[in-house]
Every structure is written in C-alpha cells, then in structure tokens.
C-alpha cells in the first residue's frame, strides 16, 4: 500500500473492512458474560451453535474476499478463520461465565469450511453462465 496514494487505502479498506467488521463484531459478542446472553429455551444449543458456525462461515468469506477470491487461496481464509476461532475461545476464557471449548472451535471451522465450499460453488456457477 501506497502512504502517497489515498486510493490506495480506500481500496485497502474495501478489501479488508468486511474482515475487520466481522472479527470485531465476534470479539463483542465473545465478550458478552453469561449471564447476559439471552436463552432461546429447548433450541438454545442450535441457535448457538448455529450462530458461530454461521458468523465464522461470514468470517472465511469475507477472509477469502480480501484475498481477492483467489481459487488457490480459499485454503488460508479458512485456516485464518479456524485460528481466529481458537484464539476467540482463549479469549472467552478471560469472560465471566465463559469457557473455552475445543467443539466450538470445530463447529466454528466446520461453518467456515461450508461458507467456502458456498462461495466456490457459487464462483463455478456463474462462471458457467457466461
């Protein structure tokens, strides 16, 4: 990047802000203690779980995105976002009510494997159209 190019950063940002913007609103919600995290009665345990698999598959997405959607690089969005997973459950060791968990780590995983597998099928698919 550029430090005499403005364009330079504004496209900078609009590469990498999804990525910023997704890693920060998971730090927030990982952040949260226990007890104030609402409870979602008898599907408590799939919202949940549903939702990090769902906010990690964002993560690896927009990773894969900054990258520019290189087709030989779909490997390290997603090995980006399992380590983020592993490191965010570090960190919720530091919250009150929270614990680490290895299984969160992989359903966050698994959930950004899936959102690549989307979005290359997505890719070959409309490549195909044209």
């Avoid at 995290?37 to 919202?47: E, N, T």
């Avoid at 964002?58 to 900054?66: E, N, Q, S």
């Amino acid at each position: 990047m550029n430090d005499d190019n403005p364009g330079a950063l504004i496209g900078f940002i609009r590469r990498w802000g999804p990525t910023l913007l997704v890693v920060v609103l998971i730090f927030l919600l990982s952040s949260i203690p226990s007890r104030q995290i609402p409870r979602f009665g008898a599907v408590d345990l799939l919202v949940k779980k549903g939702a990090h698999a769902f906010g990690y598959g964002l993560l690896a997405a927009a990773l894969w995105y900054g990258l520019r959607w290189k087709k030989r690089l779909w490997w390290l969005a997603l090995v980006l976002a399992a380590l983020y997973a592993a490191t965010d459950e570090l960190h919720q060791s530091f919250v009150p009510g929270r614990h680490p968990s290895p299984v969160d780590v992989g359903i966050d995983s698994a959930g950004a494997a899936i959102s690549i597998a989307i979005c290359a099928f997505v890719k070959v698919a409309r490549r195909k159209q044209t």
